[in-house]
């Protein structure tokens, strides 16, 4: 069991938390992580760190290390990244060497479209709690909605391009969420999620899940608020998480004259308030950077918010198209982005 240290904001006495509310743990090195409560009483940290594409096991070492330097704790991977590996053997060490402690780190994998049929999201769990080398996983995602042919291949598609669904029946992330639901049971992960899920597929989840997806990873930021999806999420008390907040490091993003002028006033960059923004509207970050500095500044948001005029501004930028797809995609049954 995760414990909570948690602070009392007003009254003095320590309170039950509830669902999307903010509170602070503190780690066993005496710092604080700020995290936000999920549905299922567990915690995250509010903001992760993400590790696709960090290039090869040496600089995604060094990117992973600067990263705990700098305080994150939550760590987002996949099975598709193919870095578990060397993201395994970092955590490993620093936990040996008493510097990290297990309790304090939150660990997200996820089951990628090839491995939807039961045995097969149960052996993918059991693959990256190995290569992790872990003895549970804090929270395993349903990486997409959308089954593929069962098989090594990560992305088998016809000759005309097309990916090849598992089944071409409607709906089909049924049978996997059953195998997550059972990774629970045997003690394997602590909470289990979906990615890239639309309103309606979350809502058929949610009416048959035994075990309820507590949160669902989505690209987010300032040019793709995804407002409909969060308000309908967090009704349903699923907790959305930001993938790409910064639009994958797009210059116009990061120039953008409205988030600009609000870190002035702040002495922050426009990145810095496109992450501050998702947090104070209760949605959770995992932003990445192989960089340092930018892996420092990133996580360096905890001392400012925005206030409601300025939460106004950023969300009333003129949004733009949605930047992450799978291609040949579009044919398949459960395709997600028809609608948000
Ligand atoms: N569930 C899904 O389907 C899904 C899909 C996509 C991503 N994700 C997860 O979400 C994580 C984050 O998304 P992402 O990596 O696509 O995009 P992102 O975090 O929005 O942006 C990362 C890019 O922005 C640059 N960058 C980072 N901080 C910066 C700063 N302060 N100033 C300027 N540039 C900066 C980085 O370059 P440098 O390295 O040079 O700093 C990198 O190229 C991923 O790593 C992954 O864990 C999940
Ligand atoms: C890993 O990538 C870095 C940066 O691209 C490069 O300098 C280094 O030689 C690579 N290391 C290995 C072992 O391939
Ligand atoms: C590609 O072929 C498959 C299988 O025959 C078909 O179902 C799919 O619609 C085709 N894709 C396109 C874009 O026509
Ligand atoms: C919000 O903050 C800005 C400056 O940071 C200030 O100009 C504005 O008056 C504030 N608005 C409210 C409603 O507090």
């Known amino acids: 069991m995760i414990t909570f240290v948690l602070i009392p904001i007003s009254d003095g006495s320590p309170k039950r938390a509830h669902f999307g509310e903010l509170i602070d743990h503190r780690n066993s090195d005496g710092s604080v992580t700020r995290r936000v409560v999920m549905a299922d009483g567990r915690s995250l940290p509010v903001l992760g760190f993400g590790t696709w594409q960090l290039g090869n096991d040496t600089t995604v070492k060094r990117a992973l290390l600067h990263a705990l330097d700098a305080g994150y704790r939550l760590i987002d991977t996949a099975h598709l990244y193919g870095n578990e590996a060397p993201i395994g053997e970092v955590l490993r060490q620093r936990m040996s060497t008493g510097r990290l402690s297990r309790a304090d780190l939150f660990v997200t994998t996820k089951v990628w479209s090839n491995h939807h049929s039961k045995a097969r999201v149960m052996k993918s769990i059991r693959d990256s709690l190995r290569k992790?080398?872990?003895?549970?996983?804090?929270?395993?995602?349903?990486?997409?909605?959308?089954?593929?042919?069962?098989?090594?291949?990560?992305?088998?598609?016809?000759?005309?391009?097309?990916?090849?669904?598992?089944?071409?029946?409607?709906?089909?992330?049924?049978?996997?969420?059953?195998?997550?639901?059972?990774?629970?049971?045997?003690?394997?992960?602590?909470?289990?999620?979906?990615?890239n899920f639309n309103r309606r597929q979350t809502r058929k989840l949610l009416s048959n899940a035994k075990v309820r997806p507590v949160l669902n990873q989505v690209e987010s930021h300032p040019y793709l608020r995804q407002s409909k999806l969060r308000q309908y999420l967090h009704k349903r008390q699923v907790l959305m998480q930001a993938y790409a907040p910064l639009r994958r490091g797009d210059r116009s993003l990061l120039g953008d004259r409205t988030l600009g002028a609000i870190g002035r006033r702040h002495r922050k960059t426009a990145a810095q308030i496109a992450l501050r923004w998702q947090i104070d509207r209760s949605v959770a970050v995992v932003v990445k950077s192989s960089n340092r500095a930018r892996i420092r500044s990133n996580y360096n948001i905890f001392d400012f918010h925005l206030n409601q005029t300025e939460m106004r501004l950023v969300n009333g930028i003129r949004q733009k198209a949605r930047l992450y797809g799978i291609p040949g995609l579009e044919t398949h049954p459960d395709y997600p982005f028809n609608e948000e």
Request: net charge negative; hydrophobic share 40%.
């Open 132 to 195: 992790l080398q872990l003895d549970y996983l804090d929270l395993v995602l349903l990486h997409y909605p959308a089954g593929f042919r069962d098989g090594t291949d990560l992305f088998p598609i016809y000759r005309n391009g097309s990916i090849i669904p598992r089944t071409w029946q409607k709906d089909s992330y049924l049978e996997p969420w059953r195998a997550m639901e059972e990774a629970v049971r045997l003690g394997l992960v602590r909470s289990i999620g979906v990615s």
